[in-house]
């Protein structure tokens, strides 16, 4: 028997306005998972003005070729390509900056986020004042390895010691964002995972929703609790000289 072609979810393409979401997924070597997360991502937003930016970074499996099928079945779907891997950060910068929503929803492309928790974290920031730049999600009952629960908890005690940001669970991929907010801050690589401290030294107000975790299905975790240390100890000395060199004016009055 041949199997049917879903009928795609919207009649028309969210080309011709601006939506309010958009979506971005990093990707890197998910085949196995980024067309399911799609499909998971255009049922939770169904009904809503949305796009969603999948931005696969040089994965050498089928994932470009999976998602690029999957066009005509989910209009508000658009696909970028990094023609060299550049990591998730640079990844999630290239999804922002090609975005036409002013609210970002990020997920992680492993589907271990749960799509159906993103549309409250966006409009609750829609709905929020200006000064709320960001809704971060919090997992809990976490579906990760007990040593790497282990070295996540340690890792967000000193973050957040040394940073005073109050995020418990930044290495979180789900987080509703303003664009602008986020194209104001200082770009570097594994900047995802200081998004709460960058947006505070802006003087922005950021909150955190809990949110469900999910075991991964597909494919392999690309960190290792090494490489998570490595990086994080220039990384935590960076953001501390950032945060030693704002000025924050307070807003500024047009006279």
Same mark, same amino acid.
């Given at each position: 028997m041949t199997e049917k072609t879903p009928a795609p979810r919207r009649k028309s393409s969210p080309a011709a306005t601006t939506p309010d979401y958009s979506i971005v997924v990093p990707v890197f070597d998910e085949g196995g998972a980024a067309p399911?997360?799609?499909?998971?991502? !255009?049922?939770a937003f169904d009904g809503l003005s949305y796009e969603m930016v999948f931005v696969n970074d040089a994965s050498r499996d089928d994932t470009l070729a999976r998602l690029t099928a999957l066009k005509t079945e989910i209009p508000q779907l658009r696909v970028l390509s990094h023609r060299?891997?550049?990591g998730q950060s640079r990844s999630i910068r290239s999804g922002v900056m090609a975005a036409r929503g002013p609210i970002i929803v990020t997920l992680d492309g492993d589907g271990q986020n749960d799509?159906?928790?993103a549309p409250r974290l966006a409009q609750a920031l829609k709905a929020a004042p200006a000064e709320m730049a960001m809704i971060g999600g919090e997992r809990v009952?976490?579906?990760?390895? !007990?040593a790497k629960k282990i070295a996540s908890r340690f890792g967000n005690g000193v973050r957040n010691w040394l940073l005073k940001d109050g995020a418990t669970d930044t290495g979180c991929g789900l987080k509703a964002f303003r664009r602008q907010a986020f194209l104001a801050l200082p770009y570097f690589d594994h900047i995802h995972r200081y998004l709460p401290a960058l947006m505070i030294r802006e003087g922005y107000q950021i909150?955190?929703?809990?949110?469900?975790?999910?075991h991964r299905e597909s494919g392999v975790s690309k960190y290792t609790n090494f490489g998570r240390l490595k990086a994080s100890v220039s990384d935590l000395l960076g953001v501390m000289?950032?945060?030693?060199r704002s000025r924050n004016p307070g807003g500024a009055d047009e006279v």
């Open positions: 399911a997360l799609a499909r998971e991502i !255009a049922d060299k891997n550049a799509p159906a928790d009952k976490r579906q990760d390895s !007990a909150a955190f929703q809990p949110v469900n975790h999910r000289w950032l945060q030693s």
